[in-house]
């Protein structure tokens, strides 16, 4: 069986991702139609023209980048996809490369690679790059005015913002709406500890840690459908408590207290 059509159709602006495995390249490589047959089910690969497809860890001008979820792409000021002096070539150009072909019942079967047409986001943070996102390097992600930094909507609080990568704008938004809310929060604990009653101050604990317990369940779920490591959110809780509400540090290094301030 021979690869010379694709599995389903493709559409100018379409990203595919090859995989070469069997060559000893184990990093996909990606390609970005620039000219499929129209209506054609299942295109030949010799008629789809396609040109290296680039991403970017942010948003910029002829890449594609992740935005969680989904992958998504920013075409030139002149709504053009790429670069004239890009180079084009066909799939079975690109694939033929790729084919081992070995023998059997007078058939040449083609294998070593494999291709995926418009990856989904997770795909693309696992495969392309590695289970590692570009931006945040799965750690916390601390906007930086001064470096790389095209959100300045969320740029809240030096902390802990997510990632608008690997967890997607969306995600990132609504997360910096929160770190205002408990920005707001803390300054009241700061201010209202010694003058207001004590059931009032622990009415306003309550709500600090609740919406603490909220942004990084909400991360979460993200992070699940992603397929990253998850928060402990006891443990973010935790050491919410332990900074802000008693004013301790929030390292282990300290006795643990068993069921204090709830
Ligand atoms: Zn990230």
Known sequence: MMIDRLK???EEGDLIMVFPAAIGIDAPVLYVVEYSPPETRYPRTDEVIVSYGRFSRTPREGFWYLDGPSVEYVPYDDDTMHPKDEELMTLKEVFEPFQIPS???????????SYDINPIGRSVLHSYFRGVCPLCHNDVWYPDLNYDQPYPE???TEIDQACPCCLGYECARNDANMLEELEELKNRLNTERHEVEQWEFDELVAEFLDLVQTRYTIQNYYKAFMGLDMWDIQDRVDRHRR????????????PEEQGDGS
């Open 8 to 10: 389903c159709s493709v």
């Open 103 to 113: 023998f059997g019942d007078n058939e040449t079967i083609y294998t070593g690679f």
């Open 154 to 156: 969320l740029f809240v």
């Open 243 to 254: 900074v802000y509400v008693e004013r301790r540090r929030p390292f282990s290094e300290e």
